[in-house]
């Protein structure tokens, strides 16, 4: 996977920001991964190594929505599963990708959904 120039890239910047992103208990991690399908949230609490929610477009419904639409709808579905569980703060790790198109949009999603990063 690392062999290709932009997973290279991408694998360092990741090395990067985990270095400084750690989610607590109280703040748990919001880490998203985005594939040439689909793309995916988790929000972990990495001082119990335990995932706490995840949302995706694998499980979403609704398959008319592609690409920037389909982040957002992940995001609020996520946000929708975080207040059930009465998480409300979480740190943003982008995961090596860059801010931008579909990262942003799932951040937004989730911002709108209640969510405070």
Same mark, same amino acid.
């Given at each position: 996977?690392?062999d290709?120039? #932009?997973?290279?890239?991408?694998?360092?910047?990741?090395?990067?920001?985990?270095?400084?992103?750690?989610? /607590?208990?109280?703040?748990?991690?919001?880490?998203?991964?985005?594939?040439?399908? @689909?793309?995916?949230?988790?929000?972990?609490?990495?001082?119990?190594?335990? /995932?706490?929610?995840?949302?995706? /477009?694998?499980?979403?419904?609704?398959?008319?929505? %592609?690409?920037?639409?389909?982040?957002? @709808?992940?995001?609020?579905?996520?946000?929708?599963?975080?207040? &059930?569980?009465n998480?409300? %703060?979480?740190?943003?790790?982008r995961? #090596?990708?860059?801010? @931008? #198109?579909?990262? %942003?949009?799932?951040a937004?999603?989730?911002?709108?959904?209640?969510? &405070?990063?």
């Amino acid at each position: 996977m690392a062999d290709r120039r #932009g997973d290279a890239a991408r694998l360092r910047r990741k090395v990067r920001v985990r270095q400084k992103v750690q989610g /607590t208990d109280t703040r748990p991690r919001v880490c998203v991964f985005r594939s040439n399908k @689909h793309i995916y949230a988790q929000v972990i609490s990495d001082s119990e190594g335990k /995932t706490l929610a995840t949302a995706s /477009t694998l499980v979403t419904k609704d398959k008319t929505r %592609k690409g920037v639409e389909a982040a957002k @709808h992940v995001g609020l579905a996520l946000a929708k599963l975080c207040k &059930e569980k009465n998480i409300s %703060k979480v740190i943003f790790d982008r995961n #090596g990708f860059l801010f @931008h #198109g579909q990262v %942003k949009a799932l951040a937004d999603g989730a911002r709108e959904g209640g969510l &405070e990063f």
